[in-house]
């Protein structure tokens, strides 16, 4: 069996700011294998869009990755200078981010932003880039590609610039993608055709994905699994029917609790009681703790992680047993 | 498009209009206009006389139709010290004064630019703030005193280039020109610095205030995802979307630099048109002041009027919008 | 990043804005360089060594004698002596006097015009806004130096005409920026309270709009200030500006020139230098206030 595509252990990132250190991350692993879709779930502030940055190196001062690793592909990426980082980032390593509206240089044409991020990698002539980007454009499903390619991004709508900057992230055929909320952005319908679009690509180039969100809904069509971020750690992991089905830790039960749908119509929605914890002032302890209904004296230690049939969550008091049928 | 040329069009006539009226009421109502059209020692007759020649005993609004149809005839009169057009005096000037202007202004394009750009990729850089430093310092200093300085250094104590005057002049496509010889240089040189100083100063401000704003947007932060060069995402991520504010600051303050010539072709004795008013100012020869003031704001309007036309061509957004409109 | 901010302790405004502007060493140095050219302005008739508009102290052959030279009367000329004999420093001195005296006097006048009319246009909106923000907009677009020089060649040499002539170049900053921010505030609710509670327009204005127009309104004042007092050497440079009667700082400058190509620099590089350290340290401050004014800046 192959390695991990990805395997990101014990990884730190903390920025320095003038008002104290914030830990954006602090201690996260997960990996994800050839050709998997891992859910990275979370309120905005946990810091799994600081995860997603990390992995790509990615991350400006006064922000740094204080401790960890890196591997993609088996290749250590923590510690790497920026030119070395540059031959992976757009290579065997994509990103596509949450705004489209933003992500497109608003005075480049589409043809000069694409062309670029072949010849970053490829010593190729310009035709066939050309060639390329406009292969790429008719992949991710854009009518008339080579035409397309002379527009300027104001010209298309934003679910057209996110397939735009999908198919910039495919030009290399890499071996992981990371997506950071990419259809929070757009429309309901135009959100649910661009899932059906990546998982499609994806499964047919075989490439893994990391899908950043704070959608549970997107994360049960697409994930094969879920990681939950809380506080800037991963408080459980697992197989996505598995945790969805059966969260153990409270934190996930609170978020699926408050998500409509999941309950019979008019039923109450369960709201988690309080708000995200100031990452400079983090509780000593479970993160947690001063929402959770289970918490004890107990929850003033941090919780390790516990491992339980492919399951890992950090709780003392989890809510389900894992593994125990419904 | 053309419905935007057409609003810009009005606009500009607007100003110019208004022009006319304030040179007018300046000139012609709180002064005497009289003493405009007869010698200091003229006597109380000749004085009469000349008022009743130029129908000055008329109605307010009887004389202005007579100034709206002088200046639509680009006629303001005979210069008293020189004795001819005030006009054709004015435009005779007018090459050296560009040529100043449009020197200064690469000057502080191409000193300008480099630095803002480093100041705003490197902001935590002790260059950078010596850069910034220097910036104040050049918004500060005041121009005139600035090339004195430049005189005394370089031209009295080093004596590297000459303290005043313009090189030999030659005639290229009909435009009079000082910069194809290596002396007409060396006479440019320090006052087209001076002219530019605040303009260096300003180009570095916009610089690194636009490249800071850029180098945050997400457009960069995907273009480094991408895996392109460093010196790519300045040289055409970031430069591209700050040269088109840039440009058109520049462009708009083509005319402050014309107009701070005054100062700097005085001290420098340029012979533009800027010494000519100057000269005219301490004599009081008003026909001159008037045909300076409205060549100078012909020329301002025709500037803002280009640059914004250019504006909206250069960025694709704005066309985009002018178009849907 | 959503987070609970602690509570910091409980601090009056000009507190926290004096706390936050001396956070800044390079705008400390500026107000203090301020504050001692504003007292060496005012102290000028007690710490001169001469006075320079007394013709029995100024001795002609004292003139054109380099920095550290002694002067007939005895003391040490520590900048030199400019062309008819008076101590340079002692005419830099009293040069500031007149130098800040025109540059305050117009800021201050132009700050009231333009927070007038800046406030009429805004509050009664109509063709009353209109016309004030058209003429706003004429003078914006001509450059100061231009409608400064062909006003004083309109209206003759003098202090009041010089300050005249700044006053019209400089109104129109103060009115843009306080219509624009009067503007703002207008839409607030408190405003709308105001007015509920049937206060007058003038009442409304003065009393609720105006104060919270005024921070954009100092931060253009130290800008407007060291320009109008560079506008103002730069005019007497030019032989428009102030008569040699009112030796400001411009005027000494003017005066050394003819004796610069010589290589008597000090007459006017002095002058120069005083007239230098005077702008940067108003635009230190300038600077500083902007950064700590402008709360879209705060982090």
Known sequence: MAGPVLAVDNLATHFFTRDGVVKSVDGVSFEVKPGEVLGLVGESGSGKSVTGFSILGLIDPPGRIVGGSIQLNGEELVGRSESEMRKVRGKSLAMIFQD?????NPVLRIDTQMIEAVLAHDAVSEKAARARAAEALGMVGIPAPEERLFAYPHQFSGGMRQRVAI???????????IADEPTTALDVTIQSQILAEVQRICAESGTALVWITHDLAVVAGLADRVAVMYAGRIVEQGGVDDVLDRP????????????????????RLHAIPGSTPSLKHLPQGCAFAPRCTRADAACAVAPPITMNQGRAYRCFHPAAQAGASA | ML????????????????????????????????????????????VGEVRRTFGFDQPVYVQFL???????RGEFGRSYVHGTSAIALILARMPATMELAFAALILAVVIGLPLGLFAGLKPEHPAARAIMAGSILGFSLPTFWVGLMLIMLFSVMLGWLPATGRGPVVSIFGLETSMLSLDGWRHLLLPALNLALLKISLVIRLTRSGTREAALQDYVKFARAKGLSQSRIVGVHILKNILIPIVTVLGLEFGSLVAFSV?????????????????????????LIVAYVMVVVLLFVTINLIVDILYSALDPRVRLSESEA | MSEVAALPPPESAFGRFARRFIEDRVALIGLGLLVVVI?????????????PYDLASVDVMDSRQPPGSHAGEGFTMWLGSDGVGRDLLSGILYGLRISLTVGIVSGVLAASLGLMLGLLAAYAGGRTETLIMRVVDLQLALPSVLVALILVALLGKGVDKIILALVVVQWAYYARTVRASALVERRKEYVEAARSLGLSHARTMLRHILPNCLAPVIVIATVQTAHAISLEATLSFLGVGLPQTEPSLGVLIANGFQYMLSGKYWISFFPGLALLVTIVAINLVGDRLRDVLNPRLER
């Open chain 3, 39 to 51: 007292l060496v302005a005012l102290l000028a008739p007690w710490i001169a060594p001469q006075n």
């Open chain 1, 100 to 104: 489209p509206m933003m992500t497109l």
């Open chain 1, 167 to 177: 198919a910039i992230a495919l030009l290399h055929r890499p071996s992981l993608i």
């Open chain 1, 248 to 267: 153990c830790h409270p934190y996930t039960q609170g978020l699926i609790g408050s998500v409509p749908g999941a309950h019979p119509a008019g039923a």
């Open chain 2, 263 to 287: 100062v700097t072709e005085s001290i420098f004795a340029w012979p533009g048109m800027g010494k000519l008013l100057l000269e005219a100012i301490q004599r009081l020869d008003r026909p």
């Open chain 2, 66 to 72: 007579h100034f709206l149809g002088d200046v639509v």
């Open chain 2, 3 to 46: 419905a935007f040329i057409l609003r810009r069009l009005m606009q500009a006539v607007f100003v110019v209009v208004a022009m006319v009226v304030l040179v007018f009421f300046g000139t012609y109502v709180i002064g005497d206009p009289v003493w405009m059209m007869v010698p200091g020692d003229a006597t109380i007759e000749q």
